[in-house]
């Protein structure tokens, strides 16, 4: 039997989940945990990097994400689902990759550089967010992993990885790092319900995985769709139009749907007819994830006892690499006889 393929993913705990994490990858690794195994990281050490003022946001939110991993249907008895903090392995093969990259190479990643801009840093950056992509590389091979499934603004992250990886082995003439596959993800990405190309908290234009009824239904009123569609007469834009996105995302009926594309296109159809359908749609996704997280929110005490033992399980796995890589550095000082 072919040996299964590792996966490793996961999510920083800045808030609770939301539909464009949902569509990008959180129904991907509902699929792989049936094919692979899976690990998916809470990763909250990555997410004080810029949050070291507010840990209480991050511990909070831990719970969160966990609860919407469960009620989407990722399942604990199929996927690993631990948090990075509680995995003190990483932070050691951390600290040995560091000394395999220049501060120059770092500087230089595209997404730090892109992600140190979009926060608006400057020169105040913190240095635990500038060895993101190091931290990243001691996540991914700790367990080994074969397969890191990324939005294309990730890649220079996973070519990092890869880079550490080789100098790792050739530097240390081993074999014992495994240098991951990307799993460019082929699954659509959701625009903000203002337009805008990314859906995000701090933008306030995310609809939630756990998003109650009232709200959902004054967002998709307010969503933004073809500026140029004043009138119900006029011919409408479905293309780059969210509302539009979101139903090719969620609606089932697709004859319906092309149906309603066609009328929008030639006139005659307006905003508010179709902001009604896709509340409905909506509602009909999420209704039974908001149920399905409120089941699991009445007993937390199950959800904490998942994450500590697979985080249990995940540091004793990760701890065999970190053997590993200190016997091929030659630092596994007793482990060994000593010549005295």
């Known amino acids: 039997m072919d040996k299964k393929k590792i996966v490793l993913t996961g999510d920083r705990p800045t808030g609770p989940l939301h539909l464009g994490h949902y569509v990008g990858s959180l129904i991907n690794r509902v699929h792989l945990q049936d ?18 003022d507010n840990p209480e946001k991050i511990k909070q939110n831990i719970i969160e994400v966990a609860l919407d991993y469960l009620s989407v249907g990722i399942d604990p008895n199929k996927s690993v689902i631990f948090i990075q903090s509680m995995v003190p392995q990483l932070f050691e093969l951390t600290m040995y990759y560091l000394n395999l990259v220049s501060w120059n190479r770092l500087k230089h990643n595209p997404t730090v550089k892109a992600e140190i801009t979009q926060r608006g840093f400057g ?91 009232e709200s959902l239904s004054k967002k998709v009123k307010r969503m933004y769709t073809d500026p140029n569609h004043l009138k119900v007469e006029d011919p409408g834009k479905v293309e780059g139009n969210p509302v539009f996105t979101y139903l090719d995302a969620f609606a089932t009926d697709k004859e319906k749907l092309e149906e309603m594309k066609a009328h929008y296109q030639r006139g005659g159809l307006g905003d508010s007819v179709v902001k009604k359908y896709l509340l409905e749609v909506l509602e009909d996704f999420i209704a039974p994830i908001r149920t399905e997280r409120a089941r699991y929110a009445q007993d937390k005490e199950y959800v904490y006892r998942i994450l500590k033992e697979h985080s249990e399980k995940a540091a004793a796995i990760a701890q065999q690499t970190l053997d590993e890589v200190k016997r091929a550095m030659g630092i596994d000082y007793f482990l060994e006889k000593v010549n005295i």
């Not at 939005?151 to 495994?178: A, H």
Request: with cysteine; net charge negative; glycine share 4%.
């Open 35 to 52: 094919t692979a195994q899976q690990f998916i990281m809470i990763a909250d050490a990555q997410a004080l990097t810029d949050n070291a």
């Open 123 to 213: 020169e105040t950056v913190p240095a635990g967010f500038m060895i993101y992509p190091i931290s990243q590389a001691a996540d991914i091979t700790a367990f080994k992993a074969d397969i890191v499934p990324v939005g294309e603004d990730q890649l220079p992250m996973l070519e990092q990885t890869s880079e550490i990886v080789r100098k790792f082995n050739r530097t240390y003439q081993c074999d014992v790092l495994v240098e991951p596959k990307v799993m460019a993800s082929k699954l659509m990405r959701l625009p903000g319900t203002d337009g805008k190309a990314k859906m995000s908290k701090s933008l306030n234009n995310a609809i939630f995985l756990s998003e109650p009824f």
